[in-house]
Structure formats: C-alpha cells, structure tokens
C-alpha cells in the first residue's frame, strides 16, 4: 500500500537509517524530502531529532501495537459508510502508525544498545601481547614487532605476532644461569616456546620465569603469577619443574595447566595426559591421573584432589570459555584479565549469581555480556573501559 507514491515500510525504512545515521548522503537527502513532503507524514520535523525521538521513546507508555491495530479494525468498520478512496487513506495513516510504532520500539531497545556498543568500542577482545625482560635488564616487545635478538651465549630469540622461541643450532646446558621473565598483561596472550623443544602457552595478566639455558640436571621454570599450559617435551634425565606460590609441579613429559592468580588464594594443577606430582609448601606429595586436578588452598593450606571436566580447565588456551556453576564475581574476573577492563558491582547481590555455559574466547566484550544477561537477572554498562553491573 503506497501513500504519495511511497510505500509504508519505506517511509519507517528512511527513518530507522536517519535514527543510525547511515553515511549514505542519498540517503540522508531522500529523508529529508519526506519530512518536508506535505500530507505524507505532516512535516513531522521531530524525527529528525535523535536525542529527542530517544527520549520520546523511553516515556511511558510505549507503543502498543494491539491497542493500533483495534483503532485500526474501528476505521475500517466504519467505513462501510465512507468512500473507497477515504477508506484507503485511513487504512495507510494507521498500517503507517502501526509499522513506526513497531519501529518506535525496536528504535528504543537498538539505540540504548547501540550507545552501548559505541561506548565498548575500545575494548576489543583478548590479542597476542606482551614483552620480555632480558637478564641485562633490556626488553623485548612482543605481537606487532617480529624478527630475531641474539642473546650473548648465542641463543636466538625468535619473534612473530603469536609466539616467541628461544633456539640455537647446539644448545648445550650449563651451569651458568641467565633468567628472562616473560609478562602478558591484562587482555593479551602468548606462546613460548623453550630451549628444549617445551611449549608454554602464557594466559591474560601472567608472568613466566624461565633460564635461557636449562640446567645439566634438571629444567625449572617459575610462574611468578597467572596461568599457563605446559607441553613437556620428554627427558627422562632432566625431569621439569614449575615453582608456583604454592608448591612445585614436576613432570617429565606431559600436559598440564597451572593457574595462580593472587587474588584466587590457591594455585589449581590440572592434568591432561601422562604424569605429573605435586609437592606442596607442608612437603605432601600427590601424583595425579589424566583428567584430575589438585588444589593447593593458600588459605586452609588443604590440597584437594578431584575429577574434572577438562574442558573448564583447559579450553582457553584453544578459544573457548567453558564455565559451569561458576558466579558472576568469579566470572566477571575473567572478563577484567581477558578484555583489559575495571569491573564495579553497583549491587552486592550480583556477585553471587551461578553460570554455566561455552563462550568464543575471541567475541567481543558486548557478545559476553549479552550472553550473561539473557541468562541472569543483571544487565551491565559500559563507560570507556569500565563495567558497572546492576540488577535488573
């Protein structure tokens, strides 16, 4: 049904990409015209306004479609007793109210979002970032920088945008111990690879020591805080260790991740395949099977081992968020490592919420929110890299 040779859903069209502000100067022309055409939409000059339409729009009461479309069904009863031409008017002035109405609301829930959305522009999702600090006390930034440091006793480090490997055509260990540190911050991740052939992927706001050479007898490295997963390249002469602020993982070819972060108070040891042993700070020792994890509580001092769900445990380092029964205060931790941002609870309540469920670990930070709050009684803000949550 077309009103002065446009149809309805047309006229609602121009003015939802007048309401986002299409970079489309046609287009911004051809709405112009129609607010100004006489007795299509009364010079309804008001929709040109962004701020006051949103405003209007957030005012009770809302568009009611049904309440529409009855005065809609009124007029065409009526006009048994009108021309066919006026009936037809009428029938195109209310389908018109009817389809901006519709458009009214969802203008009303996609502006709120889209002032969302422009406000969390900065955030982006978790990318290949940090740097080394060298024995000398140098550094060495990491992700957009690429190519190759030689070291003195003639390692190469070697750098692209996702990893760094430490090699030499003849790495021979020593005695003589130089220590590099290796920092991811907040919303980055790296992968390391060590003189002899381990692979550490180094997760968000973690910090990894390690020798440039491994020693005649033994490979050590120290995860000063953070997470990280170890693939253990096989020695039997030379076991690995991993000094946490809890106690020592030892390996000797395996897969395994350990995370220690500060704020958690405990330092969890999670085992995919092969073998490892725990010692924690009061000497006790557990040997772990593939798919357990031990739990060295910093508060209690109880090391709890227990069957898990490796995907929980493990799937970041291969881009998923899997969490089950896990609150939003914990959760939301994950988000402030991940994406580099200050989390604030305007309500106390919040923090205890449960979740569960699988996320892409490289969404944006609007994607997860969402996904929390179609699931949980909370709805989130954004200010520059600042998440307020409320409740709903």
């Known amino acids: 049904m077309k009103r002065n040779g446009h149809t309805i859903f047309e006229v609602v069209q121009q003015v939802v990409r007048n309401f986002f502000n299409e970079e489309d100067e046609e287009a911004k022309k051809e709405f112009q015209r129609l607010m100004r055409e006489p007795g299509l939409l009364n010079n309804a000059s008001g929709l040109e306004d962004k701020e006051q339409l949103a405003s209007w729009l957030k005012e009770p009461p809302r568009f009611s479609s049904k309440e529409g479309f009855k005065k809609f069904q009124t007029y065409v009863k009526r006009g048994r007793k009108v021309r066919m031409l006026r009936r037809m008017r009428i029938a195109a002035s209310f389908l018109l109210v009817l389809a901006l109405g519709g458009a009214a609301y969802w203008l009303n829930v996609h502006w709120e979002k889209r002032n969302h959305v422009e406000l969390a522009e900065g955030i982006q999702p978790i990318m290949s970032k940090g740097y080394i600090m060298l024995d000398d006390g140098s550094r060495i930034d990491l992700g957009e920088d690429e190519g190759e440091v030689r070291e003195a006793d003639g390692i190469k480090i070697i750098r692209d945008s996702v990893k760094v ?184 309540e919040c923090k205890q919420l449960v979740f569960s469920g699988d996320l892409q670990k490289y969404e944006t930070v609007e994607h997860f929110l969402r996904f929390i709050e179609t699931g949980g009684d909370v709805r989130f803000v954004v200010k520059e890299r600042t998440i307020t949550v409320y409740k709903k």
């Open 165 to 348: 490997v430490y090699a030499s055509a003849d790495v021979m260990p020593t005695d003589k111990i130089a220590y590099n540190e290796l920092n991811v911050p907040r919303g980055g991740e790296y992968m390391l690879v060590l003189t002899d052939g381990t692979k550490v992927w180094v997760n968000a706001d973690s910090r990894l020591k390690f020798p440039v050479r491994f020693k005649e007898n033994s490979r050590e490295v120290y995860l000063l805080s953070g997470e990280a997963y170890f693939q253990v390249e096989r020695d039997e002469s030379r076991p690995f260790l991993v000094h946490t602020s809890r106690g020592c993982v030892k390996v000797l070819g395996t897969e395994f991740n350990v995370r220690d972060y500060p704020e958690e108070y405990r330092v969890v040891t999670t085992l995919v395949n092969g073998s490892v042993q725990f010692t924690g700070k009061d000497k006790k020792k557990v040997v772990l099977k593939p798919g357990f994890q031990v739990i060295a509580d910093s508060l209690t001092g109880v090391s709890d081992v227990r069957e898990v769900n490796l995907r929980e445990y493990v799937g970041w380092r291969s881009g998923l968020y899997v969490f089950s029964h896990l609150t939003l205060e914990e959760l939301m931790r994950v988000v402030e490592r991940n994406y580099d941002v200050t989390v604030f609870f305007a309500n106390e």
